[in-house]
């Protein structure tokens, strides 16, 4: 069943990103599509994310192109905490439990809803972050405080970004400042 969706307007490049949230008694899937620009060149990248009832990541999958590179990225996370980038182990991921995808303001979503936080609780959310341009998997830093019903402060130190997040009741990001702007979403269906 579809729980929500959200149509974005990047910020600092021509782009826009559509996304579904669906969920289900077993789990939750994103389902997205970004077009922008990358490096200067036209991209359009397919995306989804899937998880357990935890909002624990278990898979994730890109593919489109960007100029004329084709991408097909298929990630995965085993219960024992393994990640697999196209069916390969990448070691010092193991203490990463969500999936973020550098393109897209979608997979702050997940870390949202897992962590669930209470206002004015803090924590650091490291996540396995794909830089799709490289192909890489890689932990990304992030904290994320909740500072109202909507609103979270968020740091993500390796890029020098911090920014106070608005977020929709279930969790999309709403205005990613400087990056990411919802056009419009839609209530729980």
């Known amino acids: 069943m579809t729980v929500a969706s959200i149509l974005w307007r990047r910020l600092d490049t021509p782009g826009h990103d559509a996304c579904r949230l669906e969920g289900s008694a077993a789990g939750w899937r994103l389902d997205g599509t970004a077009v922008f620009r990358e490096g200067g060149l036209p991209a359009r990248l ?3 994310v899937s998880g357990d009832s935890a909002w624990q990541t278990q898979h994730g999958q890109v593919r489109g192109w960007i100029g004329a590179r084709s991408i097909e990225i298929s990630v995965a996370r085993t219960a024992a905490g393994v990640w697999t980038l196209n069916g390969v182990a990448v070691e010092g991921l193991a203490h990463c439990v969500d999936l973020d995808f550098g393109f897209t303001p979608a997979t702050n979503l997940l ?3 897992r962590l669930a936080l209470a206002e004015g609780q803090v924590v650091d ?17 992030q904290r994320y405080e909740r500072r109202g019903q909507t609103t979270y402060w968020y740091e993500a130190p390796r890029f020098n970004y911090a920014a106070l997040l608005e977020v929709t009741a279930i969790g999309f990001v709403r205005r990613y400042p400087g ?11």
Request: net charge negative; proline share 6%; charged share 25%.
């Open 46 to 48: 397919d995306y989804a």
């Open 111 to 113: 870390q949202l809803r």
């Open 125 to 141: 959310a490291p996540v396995a972050w794909l830089d799709v341009s490289t192909g890489v998997l890689d932990v990304l830093v």
């Open 179 to 189: 990056l990411w702007e919802a056009d419009s979403d839609a209530d729980p269906e």
